[in-house]
């Protein structure tokens, strides 16, 4: 009996470990992008954003490991959608 319990507090620790790691790197990300913004005075529109992103990943050929990996680092990201959007 005390080993279903050990059982499931070791599955929800799990779930609240990752859910942890998952909104600490999204806050992270997000401050990221924050800063580049207030250092170029741009806005960004994240939905832009996610749309440059989601366009990178349909253009290259799909894997297993690290999928959601972008092929560029961020920074070359951002800097290719500041380059698109002030040109409009």
């Not at 507090?9 to 997000?30: A, E, M, P, Q, R």
Request: aromatic fraction near 18%.
């Amino acid at each position: 009996m005390a080993f279903t319990y050990l059982a499931f507090s070791f599955g929800i620790g799990f779930f609240y470990g990752i859910l942890l790691i998952d909104v600490t790197y999204s806050g992270h990300l997000l401050n990221y992008i924050r800063r580049f913004a207030d250092e170029n005075q741009i806005v960004i529109r994240l939905e832009a954003l996610r749309k440059e992103i989601y366009e990178g990943f349909q253009k290259r050929r799909p894997r297993f490991l690290l999928s959601l990996k972008p092929e560029k680092p961020l920074s070359e990201i951002l800097e290719q959608y500041m380059k698109k959007f002030k040109m409009k």
